[in-house]
T-cell receptor, first 118, second 117 residues
Framework: AQKITQTQPGMFVQEKEAVTLDCTYDTSDPSYGLFWYKQPSSGEMIFLIYQGSYDQQNATEGRYSLNFQKARKSANLVISASQLGDSAMYFCAMRELNYGGSQGNLIFGKGTKLSVKP | DTAVSQTPKYLVTQMGNDKSIKCEQNLGHDTMYWYKQDSKKFLKIMFSYNNKELIINETVPNRFSPKSPDKAHLNLHINSLELGDSAVYFC????????????????FGAGSRLTVL
């Protein structure tokens, strides 16, 4: 079974509008971390936002926020006021603390390609 | 200053050759990783080292051998290259952030695109 599922292979959003990128995860580990990365066409992986399984509040970083619904095992990324530069692949990832500990690897979803229209 | 640097950025080679990709990080991180990104953009862990010790070794052919001379370097050597090895290889590093949920952000290098002909 997939640990991280991103069901939207591609998304379009109008510039200045908000967009939600879906991510669901599967784990029985009570301690885990959820991450979102952006990969523009230039290829580098850019960290956006992190949410811990014990965090009470949803994480926010500038225009990025993470809609964390623990019971549903979902960690959707919300980008507000989309910009043309937001066009990229977006990856959701998870680290399970009891597998590999705090230095364990990240398990990535298959990504969502976001295209921002002017 | 580049935090995680990989060389070469592009590598084109023939089947059967042996090649290496080098990775260096100047962040003082303890843990380094190699990920492979296939043509469908799927990222998968290959290896992870902590202070020069191997801690993760996923199901990767023996032709792939990581080497960590010190905690700032993690090189990837590939023997007898095959067509299926064509991919982008990412090096990454992280520093333990403590806490219960493993909030260690991986900092990635720019990637090394390997093409096997």
């Amino acid at each position: 079974a997939q640990k991280i599922t991103q069901t939207q292979p591609g998304m379009f959003v109008q510039e200045k509008e908000a967009v939600t990128l879906d991510c669901t995860y599967d784990t029985s580990d009570p301690s885990y971390g959820l991450f979102w990365y952006k990969q523009p066409s230039s290829g580098e992986m850019i960290f956006l936002i992190y949410q811990g399984s014990y965090d009470q509040q949803n994480a926010t970083e500038g225009r990025y926020s993470l809609n964390f619904q623990k019971a549903r095992k979902s960690a959707n990324l919300v980008i507000s006021a989309s910009q043309l530069g937001d066009s990229a692949m977006y990856f959701c990832a998870m680290r399970e603390l009891n597998y590999g500990g705090s230095q364990g690897n990240l398990i990535f979803g298959k990504g969502t390609k976001l295209s921002v229209k002017p | 200053d580049t935090a995680v640097s990989q060389t070469p950025k592009y590598l084109v080679t023939q089947m059967g050759n042996d090649k290496s990709i080098k990775c260096e990080q100047n962040l003082g991180h303890d843990t380094m990783y190699w990920y492979k990104q296939d043509s469908k953009k799927f990222l998968k862990i290959m290896f992870s080292y902590n202070n020069k010790e191997l801690i993760i070794n996923e199901t990767v052919p023996n032709r792939f051998s990581p080497k960590s001379p010190d905690k700032a370097h993690l090189n990837l050597h590939i023997n007898s290259l095959e067509l299926g090895d064509s991919a982008v290889y990412f090096c990454a590093s992280s520093y333990p952030a403590g806490g219960l949920s493993g909030a260690n952000v991986l900092t990635f290098g720019a990637g090394s695109r390997l093409t096997v002909l």
